[in-house]
């Protein structure tokens, strides 16, 4: 997420009330996820285990709970809470806004776009030229779609990421402040969900097909030309290259890849990432030639128990 206008070190700390290290006008320019972090924004650690990733990244300003070495060229806001204080800089730049209306009156909508009874589009939302939107779709603010684009009935785009800390008294909710971009040529089924980035952008890639009641996790990246079954459920953070195909029912962990034209046939579960052009099954899913070897071989476990019970062997 980038701010309207460049902010100072001093501006933000002020704006959370929290100390820093670094000099009072050095440029702050966004707030990101580590794993989209660029020169200028601002990153935040709460845990010892990942204060050398945060200050190792592309952030130039580390939002941390304890004083650190700053590295050469880098500013740190320290922060009894920095979950909290993140959270209160989207609050800041990306606050909520109440509709008044179905249809906002910031949205944009292109030629030749029908929008069928009972869709909500949200503050700030741009439809591309010849889309079909069916009816009780809701856009929430910010999202992007593109041309040609079909999305049928009950479809979410841009709820919640869903990511919370664990505190004493309950789950806290860290707020999501991104977008949802659906590209050119895209076909979304009845009923999916695709949530919003955090601070980034969950995209759909051009020309991709989605079946029925899929989920999509936050700043998930789906590739070009990928077709997705029904009751997927994409975690978020993940990477779906180009070309893939996803059978009904998989589940995927975060933070994962799928490389390009990778195949992975239904039910499976993908813990880890995975190499493009092969075809996986099972969980955790592995090569489909490599399950079929060992269920094989496991079918004459058995027969060769009855063998060594008779001596055979």
Known sequence: ??????HTLKQIADLIDCSFVGNAD???????EIHVVE????????????YGKALESAATIVLINKEVNCPEGKALLVSDDPFRDFNKLTDYFKPFKTS?????????????????PNCFIGHNVTIGDN?????????????????????????????????????????DRLKSGGRVVIKDHVDIGAGCTIDRGVTGDTIIGEGSKL????QVGHDTVLGKKCLIASQVGIAGCVVIEDEVTIWGQV?????????????????????KSIEGGKTYWGTPAQEVRNQLREMASIKQIPNLLKRIKNKEI
């Open 131 to 171: 889309c079909t939107i069916h009816s009780n779709v809701s856009i929430y603010d910010d999202a992007v779609v593109g041309n040609d684009v079909t999305i049928h009935a009950n479809s979410v785009l841009g709820a919640n990421a869903f990511y919370y800390k664990n505190r004493p008294e309950g789950f």
């Open 26 to 32: 050095f440029q702050v320019l966004g707030m990101n």
């Open 100 to 116: 008044n209306s179905s249809i906002s009156d910031t949205a944009k909508i292109g030629k030749n776009t029908v929008i069928q």
């Open 1 to 6: 997420m980038k701010f309207p206008k460049p």
């Open 39 to 50: 020169p200028g924004d601002i990153v935040f650690v709460d845990h010892p285990k990942y």
């Open 211 to 214: 079946d029925n009641l899929i």
């Open 251 to 271: 589940g995927t962990t975060s933070g994962i890849t799928i490389g390009e034209k990778a195949v992975v046939q239904g039910q499976s579960g993908v813990t």
